[in-house]
Structure formats: C-alpha cells, structure tokens
C-alpha cells in the first residue's frame, strides 16, 4: 500500500509513541497538583511547552495547547475580534480558501456584527500583499491568511502580509498547518502574531495542537472551568499527548531540510508525470508549494470515482481536505482559484511522506494514467469532449 495522503494525517514517528507510551505507564499525575506525582507531570509539560515554542522562535508563555489545529484557529480568531470589538474596530480579512475552521468561524462572527473581508485568490493559488494592505480599513481588527494551503499546498507570501499588518497595527494570525515543521516557520521573523498547528500533520498524536499567541495579546476562553494555560484553556492537560507531539516536532524540525530536498525532487517527478495526461492541469503554483503536494485536475471524470479505483491499486489519496471528504460539492478551494464545477469535481490530491520512494511515484503516475483513461472511456462528459459537443477547459 502506498500512502499518499498526509495532508490528512500522518503516522505517528516511533519516538512520539515511544513518548507517549512511556508517559502513560510512568508520568500519570495531574500536573495541576502539588504532590510529587503531579509535579513530575508539570516539568514535563513545562519542558514541551518550551520545545514547541523554541522551534517557531517563541516564547514558552506563548504557547498554549489545545486539541488540535481547529480549536487553536477559533480561539486565536474569536480572541482577535473580542479585542476588535473592544476598542470599535469589526472588520477582518481572510482569503476564500482558508480552512473551514477558519471561514466558519468567520460566518460565525459574522451573525455578531462584525464585516468580513475575503480577497480573492489568484490562478497560481496565491495571495498578492498587495492586495491584503488596500483591503484593511481604520476598523480592521484581523488579518487571517493560512500559511500553506491544506488542498493545492501553495505557500503565501507570511512575511510581507504579517509586515503590512504591522504597518497598519492589525493582528495577524495564520493557520500554519500545513506548514510546521515541512517548512521554515519563525514567528519574530515572519511578524506573525498569533498562530495554530496540529501534532497530527508532523508525525504527532491526534487530538493535540497548539496556539502561539504574541504575549501582548488577551486571549478570549473557548473553554471555562479550570486554571490551566494560564486560566486561558480549561480541562487538565493531556500530558502524554502534549510531550509525544513536542518529540515529533523536534523530530520533524532537524530532519525538515533533508525531507524537503527529498520530498521536492519526489513532488517535481510526479508533477512532470501526471502533466503528461492529456487535458489535465496542476492546482496551485509549481514552486511556491510544500514539497510533499501534488494536485492535479482530470477533465471529463469524477475523483470520487479516481479515489476507489486507486485504492484497488493500492494507492491512498483523496479529492481534497479529509475535513470535507462527505461532501459531494467541488472543492471550494479549486473554485476560489478559478476552476469551474466541471473541472474541479475530478481533482486529485497526493501528498507524500518521507518514506515514498522514486519506485512509489512511478507507480501513481503509471496508476493515475490508466484510471483516467479508464474512467474517460466510459464518462458521457469525455465523449461529449471528444465529439466537439462541448469545448475543452483544460
């Protein structure tokens, strides 16, 4: 089985289960106790907490964790606009491709009186700062732009944006996802000041994440009952999972520049190969993107379709964001960069890993090459095509 689908999740490095399984056997105490049991359990959190934030250049106060990429998102977000509202200002920006704990959280506030501002993205998958800075107003309160883009993998211009806001005394939060630990992320030098991530997407444990939080900033509960995080994030802290994702980080971090090198050359073959399929169409910048995204559009076929027989072939991929794979709608991802209904119902998203081998891309290339022909061959879409009743989008 080739796995091809870690934008949705990978598996746990060997040293995070190790991390947590020794945890659980050995360290089971409340860290918010006084006795020796709970104490124990306080340094390691301590010391996780101070990992994580030495890896994006942070401080450890600046980190709270949560239970994953979502929670930090609504938090970081909700926290922003009460400050907004506060002090008169109810205007955030995003973009139309964010990650839906991003944009529905946004439609949310937007129920509460606050205007929403979504730029447009361009063919390439980019946003143009250009763009970000004539859009903020007297009364923007939030920038929100994701790092790397959970679909087509494009990687958006973080620092310039988190300057403009800057300039404009605007927070600047980003989802970086996708992100952590697959690219350089420093939160001083990319003028970041409020960001979440997910130990699930950087060989970690589900259910945990965290949020930095510059310290000037006053966050807003998501969750009372407790003192945890600083009184910011109640329930008793899941230790194990929070050390085990700080492990992986670390992990991921020393070893990101050698899976990069690997990963682009991997990427860049698979891109050539399935480029080679007539009428199909790469989503997304070919440079400005992780190295371990691939995604494509096959004119004239379903990718639900293209996802079973691949999995018969032994290849898991998906369509899209694993968030919204129930749902028969187009990716709103491909239509915000332009692709039509059409178009953006046959797309495919691989995303490798560290362990896929030069043996694995020819195999999804050869794959992808005899589905598409196979599904084409009987798609009253592809003969309409081929008949001259329809014109080629592709």
């Known amino acids: 089985m080739i796995y091809a689908d870690n934008a949705a999740t990978t598996k746990m490095s060997q040293a995070a289960i190790d991390k947590m399984i020794s945890l659980n056997n050995e360290v089971w105490g409340n860290p918010s106790s006084l006795y020796g049991f709970g104490q124990k359990a306080k340094e390691i959190l301590e010391e996780a907490r101070k990992d994580v934030a030495d890896v994006i250049g942070a401080e450890p106060r600046e980190i709270l964790f949560t239970s994953g990429g979502s929670e930090a998102d609504n938090q970081a977000i909700r926290s922003a606009a009460e400050l907004g509202r506060k002090n008169g200002r109810m205007h955030i920006i995003s973009s139309a491709f964010e990650h839906h704990a991003v944009l529905h959280t946004l439609q949310r506030l937007e129920k509460e009186g606050f205007e929403v ?5 361009h063919e390439n998958g980019l946003i143009i700062p250009e763009e970000v800075e004539a859009a903020i107003r007297d009364d923007t309160c939030l920038v929100t732009i994701m ?10 211009p973080i620092r310039e944006i988190g300057a403009i806001c800057h300039k404009h005394n605007v927070i600047f939060h980003t989802d970086a996802v996708q992100a952590i630990a697959h690219i350089p992320v420093n939160v001083i030098d990319d003028n970041i000041d409020m960001l979440s991530a997910s130990a699930h997407k950087f060989h970690g444990p589900k259910g945990v994440g965290f949020l930095y939080a510059k310290k000037t900033i006053r ?57 080679a399929i007539p009428h199909s169409a790469l989503n997304g ?3 400005k993107r992780l190295p371990g995204n691939v995604n494509f559009c096959f004119e004239g076929i379903e990718g639900e379709s293209l996802l079973l027989l691949l999995d018969d072939k032994g290849i898991a991929a998906s369509s899209g964001s694993a968030c919204t794979s129930g749902s028969l709608d187009p990716s709103h991802v491909l239509l915000a960069i332009g692709r039509v209904h059409d178009v953006a119902h046959g797309s495919l998203r691989l995303s490798i890993g560290e362990d896929t081998t030069d043996e694995d891309v020819n195999y999804m290339i050869q794959s992808v090459k005899e589905v598409v022909e196979y599904l084409r061959g009987f798609s009253p879409i592809w003969r309409d095509l081929q008949a001259g009743k329809k014109e080629y989008i592709l």
């Open 219 to 275: 966050l807003t509960n998501l969750i009372e009952g407790g003192a945890q995080e600083r009184g910011k994030r109640a329930g008793t802290e899941n230790v194990p999972g929070i050390a085990a994702m700080a492990t992986a980080l670390k992990e991921a971090n020393e070893k990101r520049e050698e899976n990069a090198k690997h990963l682009t050359a991997m990427r860049d073959k698979l891109i050539a190969g399935l480029s």
């Open 147 to 156: 790092f790397a883009n959970n679909e087509i993998g494009t990687i958006q």
């Open 117 to 121: 501002t979504l730029l447009d993205v």
């Open 285 to 287: 910048d070919a440079v």
